[in-house]
């Protein structure tokens, strides 16, 4: 137990420092390929027609879920954002200044029932919830600020994929591994189907990419650790141009995918 908690303890000070390394280049990358934008939305139109009041955006990072989250309701509602890198949270509020009803805090994800007692209609998880390695105490505390009829939306990143829906990684480099983040997917699932009153909904979203798109997500320090978690992030963007380029040629077509979940809880 003290070996796996010194491990969360060491995970989660990583997670904040490569986020707060990667806010610049994160917004770069959304200028150029707006994924984290698309997967809010489509978070959003999965959960149509249900359109919330109140929403708790879990590791929002420099604002994109959030305002995306903003923007797909025609009545926009109160969200308030929450995630542990000061360097994200600046972006996020540049991003939404001057939008009513939109607020930021910066805290544990862990510790919601620390900093929120209201209650609210969703929360979204957008890209976020495998960076948490207690994720199970973040789903619980969620789970019980949710109204009967609310839902947790998430979107997991589940890893590239060739043309037969065979792992990528492993099919170029034969042996290696590349695990983003700290939750396995079974794990999640698990997680959620514990959570008593909810009922989970799963949908798969692969798309094709391209080597400019791989190296440009793999660039930002935070993903890029994943592969090199002991190489400085300046050594590690030419192994990541090689390893990225390697890939592609070893595996064309190249897809990426993410797994949305919307766990809504019984009530109205």
Known sequence: MGKQNDFKSRFKKAVERNFDQSAPIYDTFEAKHRLFETLTKKLCELNAPFSPCRVLDVGCGTGIS????????????????????????????????????????????????????????AVFYTASIFLLPNFQESISQASRLIVPGGCLAISYYDGLFDGKGRDAVEVAYPGGSYRYGAVSYPELMDCLKAQKGFKSSEFDYRFEIAEEF???????????????PKVSYIERIPLVR??????????????????????RKNGK
């Not at 923007?71 to 994200?88: A, K, L, Q």
Request: charged share 25%.
């Open 214 to 228: 791989l190296f440009d997500f793999l660039s930002i320090p935070a993903q890029s650790a994943g592969i090199f």
């Open 242 to 263: 090689e390893w990225s380029r390697n890939l592609v040629k070893k595996v064309s077509p190249l897809f990426m995918g993410w797994k949305f979940v919307l766990a």
């Open 66 to 121: 959030t305002i995306s989250i903003h923007n797909s309701f025609e009545s926009p509602p109160v969200i308030y954002g929450i995630d542990i890198s000061g360097s994200m949270l600046l972006k996020a509020r540049e991003r939404c200044k001057g939008q009513e009803k939109i607020y930021f805090v910066r805290g544990d994800a862990e510790r919601l029932s620390e900093y929120f007692h209201e209650a609210f209609d």
